[in-house]
């Protein structure tokens, strides 16, 4: 299994910028980063998937450096809505391939 | 377009019972998966189907769960007998193939074995 590390938990304020970063020291050639967001009672949902560099759409942007070794998922602007448990999955979309979650990261945005 | 669809959406029965979960994937998707989630942790990976093939079921306990997914599109997972510890969510996920690592997930079904 590809597993990645993330802190356990975050803090933050509404209107401020968080950024979630994620280990992940075994990463191939062919894996992929990609981010998945979850509420309580609901199933998990994706965010934003990179392979190297920068990735931004209407939701977070994703920052891959050039060895890949690590990824920082950054929430523009959070407000109360943004409290999720946000997960860091190296993925090798292959048929070999799965989705492996880990304990994921907890944010919480207090106003 | 409809996500994907879980039913029942939660479920409460007695150890030692039978109990079923099912799925409805979006259409068009080939992948599905079956995912168990406990309190406070990630979701973990039972089984992932390939159409109707069953690709990697490594993590599902064999001696009392089983799948299906007839003609590649809905599946059923199933427990027998549940145990205590059987109690958590169960999530359905589907994706348009293994390539593809989008999954959409549905909303789960809580177990509870009392």
């Known amino acids: 299994l590809a597993k990645t590390t993330q802190p356990i938990s975050m803090d933050s304020y509404e209107g401020q910028e968080v950024n979630i970063t994620c280990s992940h020291n075994?990463?191939?050639?062919?894996?992929?980063i990609t981010w998945y967001q979850q509420f309580p009672s609901q199933g998990p949902r994706f965010i934003i998937q990179?392979?190297?560099t920068k990735v931004t759409n209407e939701v977070a942007s994703l920052f891959i450096p050039a060895d890949r070794k690590s990824s920082t998922l950054s929430l523009p602007r959070v407000s109360l809505s943004d409290t999720a448990v946000y997960y860091c999955l190296q993925d090798r979309g292959s048929t070999l391939g799965r989705l492996y979650f880990g304990r994921g990261t907890q944010l919480t945005v207090w106003p | 377009e409809a996500g994907v669809v879980q039913s029942p959406r939660y479920k409460i029965i007695e150890k030692k019972q039978p109990v079923a979960f099912w799925c409805n994937p979006i259409?068009?998707?080939?992948?599905l998966y079956w995912y168990l989630q406990n309190l406070g942790q990630g979701p973990e990976l039972l089984i992932r189907y390939e159409n109707e093939e069953a690709v990697d079921d490594s993590q599902l306990p064999k001696d009392r769960f089983s799948a299906e997914r007839l003609k590649g599109v809905d599946s059923t997972l199933k427990i027998q007998p549940a145990e205590l510890g059987d109690s958590a969510v169960y999530l359905c996920?589907?994706?348009?193939?293994?390539?593809?690592?989008?999954?959409?997930f549905g909303q789960g079904t809580r177990l509870t074995v009392v």
């Open positions: 996920a589907s994706s348009l193939g293994p390539m593809n690592t989008e999954a959409f």
């Open positions: 259409s068009g998707h080939n992948t």
């Open positions: 990179g392979y190297k």
């Open positions: 075994n990463i191939a050639t062919n894996d992929y």
